[in-house]
């Protein structure tokens, strides 16, 4: 049990570039996210899923775009690197809410940290 | 709108002291979910607590304790006789519907 994972950890883009990030999770969480962190501006969300096949946006979601074609799988692509999205991007799953129970939480991945130059 | 403050930035207090961490939430959903998360310097985000919009019952997990209080829309985070493995970054959050929203965090140092 991987929990959830991110590919890659690492990665250094020139601006204009594209890349995805691969999130993947084996606990069967029907919600994904993707989450930008930055200094002093918490996590804020990108875009999130509900489920397969679904995607909607976060607070921040200019400039990527997501799919979500298999349950455990959500993808984050950058189709353009800016050096505004420099940031640490994590990946998190969940149970609905409905379901989850008192102490169902999302769960997070380790992040992958992205610089743009 | 939705939105989680955590007005202190940084705080510093000498092992064995007790701090608390505040944060205050704002919603109009009358269902929602607090939680509370810590960051240590490796970067994970370690889940501490959840708790339900109906239930304002106060939660102490050993050196944790949890005040939350709807009248005052706080749900506040106390660590009793802190220790240097406290030190971390801590984040409150808020789930209504599908989305979650984070404070920006209380960085925490415990000074040996």
């Known amino acids: 049990n991987a929990g959830v994972t991110q590919t890659p950890k690492f990665r250094v883009l020139k601006t204009g570039q594209s890349m995805t990030l691969l999130c993947a999770q084996d606990m069967n969480h029907e919600y994904m996210y993707w989450y930008r962190q930055d200094p002093g501006m918490g996590l804020r969300l990108i875009h999130y899923?509900?489920?397969?096949?679904?995607?909607a946006k976060g607070e921040v979601p200019d400039g990527y775009n997501v799919s979500r074609l298999k349950k455990q799988n959500f993808l984050l692509g950058l189709e353009s690197a800016a050096p505004s999205q420099t940031s640490v991007y994590f990946c998190?799953?969940?149970?609905?809410?409905?379901?989850?129970?008192?102490?169902?939480?999302?769960?997070f991945g380790p992040g992958t940290r992205l610089t743009v130059l | 709108a939705q939105k989680v403050t955590q007005a202190q930035t940084e705080i510093s207090v000498v092992e064995k002291e007790d701090v608390t961490l505040d944060c205050v939430y704002e919603t109009r959903d009358t269902t929602y979910y607090l939680f509370w998360y810590k960051q240590p310097p490796s970067g994970e985000l370690v889940f501490l607590i959840r708790r339900n919009s109906f239930d304002e019952q106060n939660e102490i997990s050993g050196r944790y304790s949890w005040n939350f209080q709807k009248s005052t829309s706080s749900f506040n985070f106390t660590i009793t006789a802190s220790q240097v493995v406290d030190s971390a970054v801590y984040f409150c959050?808020?789930?209504?519907?599908?989305?979650?929203?984070f404070g920006t965090g209380t960085s925490l140092t415990v000074i040996p």
């Open positions: 959050a808020l789930n209504t519907g599908n989305q979650f929203y």
């Open positions: 899923s509900v489920g397969e096949g679904t995607t």
């Open positions: 998190a799953s969940s149970y609905s809410v409905q379901r989850a129970s008192s102490t169902d939480t999302q769960y």
